[in-house]
């Protein structure tokens, strides 16, 4: 069992920046792939970004690329995305997932509770 909790979400303003934070507990966080996805009203959650267990590749939606650039710490059982030059569109819940997809979009079998992210124009 993997216990995932996000954090750094919040109100920007369009152009601007936000920093997202999962939290891992439980099994060896580096066993894992983990991802960010996204759920705006009423539309389908979306993959947003993957990194594989040691964080040597990375891969994105297109509506990622370019702006938003997702790591991990293994030694701090921690990941992150950095969004930059974020867009109103880019307003929605960001959840954290880890497993072993056997792609980049999934499934995984652990997920955060999610964390607001609004931008405004």
């Known amino acids: 069992q993997v216990q995932l909790v996000e954090s750094g979400g919040g109100l920007v303003q369009a152009g601007g920046s936000l920093r997202l934070s999962c939290a891992a507990s439980g099994r060896a966080f580096d066993s894992y792939a983990m991802g960010w996805f996204r759920q705006a009203p009423g539309k389908e959650r979306e993959f947003v970004a993957t990194i594989i267990r040691n964080g040597g590749a990375t891969y994105y939606a297109d509506s990622a690329k370019g702006r938003f650039t997702i790591s991990r710490d293994n030694t701090k059982n921690t990941m992150y995305l950095q969004m930059n030059s974020l867009k109103p569109e880019d307003t929605a819940v960001y959840y954290c997932?880890?497993?072993?997809?056997?792609?980049?979009?999934?499934?995984?079998?652990?997920w955060g509770q999610g964390t607001q992210v609004t931008v405004s124009s």
């Open positions: 997932a880890a497993g072993s997809p056997g792609r980049a979009q999934g499934p995984y079998d652990y």
